[in-house]
């Protein structure tokens, strides 16, 4: 079963398509093929156009990796047979290791197989027309091997950290889920219990009022039921809260003195009070966020700013650490939740090294929503 499924295994998505690095590195293979065939007089021609025709394999490499394979290693096996003579291989031929690599990497378990067989074969015709003894067929099979067992380790670390910020992703919705809900949760448990209190007094009403109040219990009713299941199933399994998590009016309280860490200023300019719950929780999740990364990442940084501006249709955050200049080395788990959080209110947010020193976190989310 495990061979069947490795079999039935699509290509990585997306394969990225060929670009003008690719052409460069193939450009260079061929004059460092020229300088050795100035450096070594006594290769043949046939060995020097081999290795410069074989560099435009390194272009397709990835959108035809078996192709490529096939090609390369199966006209290095017939050409000895064809000719009846050896043709020496260059040095600079080494970068056809990189086509093992790339189907490995690239290709789909089907090309995948048949490369190896095809490589297995390869080789096999080479040793039998006596061009390559027994011991460099099997150094060159454990160093093909070597090399494509690297590919395929890069391509289940690349899907296994494309799960990873799925699940963060996933989380955040769920988080974003939960806060919606405890938000309207509130009004439609008012909308109940003010229905029930007008079905108290219905007698000094009219009818009219009285069936208007039964179809508002009702409804309300149902909405939090079906609410109440969807978070159930949500939460796996975990009971209802109607309580919201922290929000904007927290965020003071990440406020922390000297003497205590690192110390971090918050600064507020608007009305907290008149932002959404959602909005607000999401606020102060990620500003909570971006201070954790600044306490444990920041280098000689003195202080952790927080910034917050409430403006007619906008709020803004911005995190901001003094530190050492910062270098960039892509979102974790972190930036990518919260990049989630905020996309997911249409809202934009900024991270990466400041030009004054330390990294900044900006935020923009539209009141609208």
Same mark, same amino acid.
Do not use: K
């Given at each position: 079963?495990?061979?069947?499924?490795?079999?039935?295994?699509?290509?990585?998505?997306? $394969?990225?398509?060929?670009?003008?690095?690719?052409?460069? *590195?193939?450009?260079?293979?061929?004059?460092?093929?020229?300088?050795?065939?100035?450096?070594?007089?006594?290769?043949?021609?046939?060995?020097?156009?081999?290795?410069?025709?074989?560099?435009?394999?390194?272009?397709?490499?990835?959108?035809?990796?078996?192709?490529?394979? *096939?090609?390369?290693?199966?006209?290095?096996?017939?050409?000895?047979?064809?000719?009846?003579?050896?043709?020496?291989?260059?040095?600079?031929?080494?970068?056809?290791?990189?086509?093992?690599?790339?189907?490995?990497?690239?290709?789909?378990?089907?090309?995948?197989?048949? !490369?190896?067989?095809?490589?297995?074969?390869?080789?096999?015709?080479?040793? *039998?027309?006596?061009?390559?003894?027994?011991?460099?067929?099997?150094?060159?099979?454990?160093?093909?091997?070597?090399?494509?067992? !690297?590919?395929?380790?890069?391509?289940?670390?690349?899907?296994?950290?494309?799960?990873?910020?799925?699940?963060?992703?996933?989380?955040?919705?769920?988080?974003?889920?939960?806060?919606?809900?405890?938000?309207?949760?509130?009004?439609v448990s008012a909308m109940a219990i003010r229905a029930q209190a007008g079905l !108290?007094?219905?007698?000094?009403?009219?009818?009219?009022?009285?069936?208007?109040?039964?179809?508002?219990?009702?409804?309300?009713?149902?909405?939090? !039921?079906?609410?109440?299941?969807?978070?159930?199933?949500?939460?796996?399994?975990?009971?209802?809260?109607?309580?919201?998590?922290?929000?904007?009016?927290?965020?003071?309280?990440?406020?922390?003195?000297?003497?205590?860490?690192?110390?971090?200023?918050?600064?507020?300019?608007?009305?907290?009070?008149?932002?959404?719950?959602?909005?607000?929780?999401?606020?102060?999740?990620?500003?909570?966020?971006?201070?954790?990364?600044?306490?444990?990442?920041?280098?000689?940084?003195?202080?952790?700013?927080?910034?917050?501006?409430?403006?007619?249709?906008?709020?803004?955050?911005?995190?901001?650490?003094?530190?050492?200049?910062?270098?960039?080395?892509?979102?974790?788990?972190?930036?990518?939740?919260?990049?989630?959080?905020?996309?997911?209110?249409?809202?934009?947010?900024?991270?990466?090294?400041?030009?004054?020193?330390?990294?900044?976190?900006? $935020?923009?989310?539209?009141?609208?929503?």
């Amino acid at each position: 079963m495990l061979g069947l499924s490795f079999w039935r295994e699509p290509r990585p998505a997306p $394969v990225p398509r060929h670009g003008r690095r690719d052409y460069l *590195l193939a450009a260079a293979l061929v004059v460092l093929t020229a300088v050795e065939g100035l450096l070594r007089p006594a290769l043949p021609i046939a060995s020097l156009l081999l290795s410069a025709g074989f560099t435009a394999t390194l272009v397709w490499r990835r959108r035809w990796p078996l192709a490529m394979v *096939l090609l390369s290693f199966g006209v290095g096996a017939l050409v000895p047979l064809l000719t009846r003579d050896a043709v020496p291989e260059t040095y600079t031929m080494i970068y056809l290791l990189l086509l093992p690599y790339s189907v490995a990497r690239w290709g789909s378990g089907r090309e995948i197989v048949l !490369a190896a067989v095809a490589v297995l074969g390869c080789l096999g015709l080479s040793a *039998l027309a006596g061009s390559t003894g027994a011991a460099d067929s099997l150094g060159g099979l454990a160093v093909v091997s070597a090399v494509a067992a !690297a590919g395929l380790a890069r391509r289940y670390r690349v899907r296994a950290r494309a799960r990873e910020l799925d699940q963060v992703r996933l989380l955040e919705r769920e988080r974003l889920a939960r806060d919606l809900h405890d938000t309207v949760a509130h009004h439609v448990s008012a909308m109940a219990i003010r229905a029930q209190a007008g079905l !108290a007094i219905a007698p000094t009403r009219p009818e009219a009022a009285i069936e208007a109040l039964r179809v508002i219990e009702a409804e309300a009713s149902r909405a939090l !039921a079906e609410m109440r299941a969807m978070v159930r199933v949500l939460r796996e399994g975990e009971p209802a809260e109607y309580t919201p998590d922290q929000g904007a009016g927290d965020l003071r309280g990440l406020a922390r003195p000297a003497g205590a860490g690192l110390p971090v200023q918050v600064r507020v300019d608007g009305d907290l009070s008149a932002l959404p719950t959602a909005l607000g929780g999401a606020l102060f999740r990620m500003a909570q966020e971006s201070v954790t990364n600044a306490q444990r990442h920041a280098r000689q940084a003195t202080r952790v700013e927080v910034r917050v501006s409430v403006d007619e249709d906008v709020v803004r955050l911005r995190v901001g650490d003094d530190g050492a200049p910062a270098r960039d080395t892509g979102r974790g788990y972190g930036l990518t939740g919260m990049d989630e959080r905020a996309r997911l209110l249409d809202g934009v947010l900024r991270a990466g090294p400041d030009p004054a020193g330390g990294w900044t976190v900006a $935020v923009e989310l539209p009141l609208a929503r």
